[in-house]
Structure formats: structure tokens, C-alpha cells
């Protein structure tokens, strides 16, 4: 890998959207991913690009996180080793397209291909529920007029 690795760890989905939103329009770096974690809700915002870019968006995306109160952590490696990218990409990341060869490429400032989402459907209505009396004759009863009021 000969660019810059920038990692900012939040808390939520959309806390991590938000950052990496910010992230992207605040420096030219591309989106490797927004990986999940194992349980807790955390998601890291992974993107490259050169040194003072990639030190700038994490800057930018440490804010916005640490703005809402979701900042778990932050980290720039200037020259990550060869083997860093390999252990970066999973199943687990979103904004990931495939490569011919089988790799996950890096969607960068694109929008990643659209995949189909389920949808749940809207319940259908509920019919509605018979209207009770409201004060009249009530199972055959006479009604009584209402009384008025002495002045």
C-alpha cells in the first residue's frame, strides 16, 4: 500500500456515514470501507490517500464523531506494511465493489454498486372498530334528555 491509511472509529451507522460524509468532502481521499465491528454498535471509517489529506479527513471526521459524542478512536499510519490492506477488506464492510479477480476494490468518492434490499411491506390497515354510544339510549333503554343548567 503506497498511500496513507486513516482509521476513525465511532459508535453507530450513522455516526459513521456522518464522519465519513465529512471526512470525503473535507480532504481528496478515497473510502476503503466502513467496516463493522463484533457487537457494541462500533464501526471504523477506513480511507487513504496521501499523508496530509488523510490526516486532514481524520481530523475532520474525529469532530463530527466526537460533535455527537460517538468517537471510540482515531489512528493515521503514514506508510502502512504490505499486508495491512489484506486484513482491512471483509464481508463485514459496506461500501465495497467486487474486482474481476475476486479482490474487493475500494469504492472511493463513487457511489458503490446498488444492491437489492428487502423491503418490508406497510401492515395492511386495521378495519375499524364499530362506534360505541356516547351518552345516547345504550341496550334498549330510554335515553333521558340532558338537564339544563340553573342560572
Given at each position: 500500500m503506497d498511500?496513507s491509511?486513516?482509521l476513525v472509529?465511532v459508535?453507530?451507522?450513522a455516526?459513521?456515514?456522518?464522519?465519513?460524509?465529512?471526512?470525503l468532502?473535507a480532504a481528496d481521499?478515497?473510502?476503503?470501507?466502513?467496516e463493522?465491528?463484533k457487537?457494541?454498535?462500533?464501526?471504523?471509517?477506513?480511507?487513504?490517500?496521501?499523508?496530509?489529506?488523510?490526516?486532514a479527513a481524520?481530523?475532520?471526521g474525529?469532530?463530527q464523531?466526537a460533535?455527537?459524542?460517538?468517537?471510540?478512536?482515531?489512528?493515521?499510519?503514514?506508510?502502512p506494511?504490505?499486508g495491512?490492506?489484506d486484513?482491512?477488506?471483509?464481508?463485514?464492510?459496506?461500501?465495497?465493489?467486487?474486482?474481476?479477480?475476486?479482490?474487493?476494490?475500494a469504492?472511493?468518492?463513487?457511489?458503490a454498486?446498488?444492491?437489492?434490499?428487502?423491503?418490508?411491506?406497510?401492515?395492511?390497515?386495521?378495519p375499524?372498530?364499530?362506534?360505541?354510544?356516547?351518552?345516547?339510549?345504550?341496550a334498549?333503554?330510554p335515553?333521558?334528555?340532558p338537564?339544563k343548567?340553573?342560572?
Open positions: 498511500e491509511l486513516g472509529e459508535c453507530g451507522l455516526c459513521a456515514v456522518n464522519a465519513a460524509d465529512a471526512m468532502k481521499v478515497k473510502l476503503v470501507a466502513i463493522k465491528a457487537g457494541g454498535g462500533w464501526m471504523t471509517v477506513e480511507v487513504t490517500g496521501d499523508v496530509g489529506s488523510v490526516e481524520v481530523s475532520v474525529q469532530a464523531a460533535q455527537i459524542g460517538a468517537l471510540v478512536s482515531t489512528k493515521v499510519i503514514a506508510r506494511a504490505q495491512i490492506a486484513i482491512l477488506v471483509s464481508p463485514d464492510s459496506f461500501g465495497l465493489a467486487p474486482k474481476t479477480g475476486g479482490q474487493p476494490e469504492a472511493g468518492n463513487q457511489a454498486e446498488a444492491k437489492p434490499v428487502a423491503v418490508a411491506k406497510p401492515a395492511a390497515p386495521h375499524p372498530e364499530p362506534k360505541k354510544p356516547t351518552g345516547g339510549s345504550s334498549g333503554k335515553s333521558t334528555p338537564q343548567r340553573k342560572k
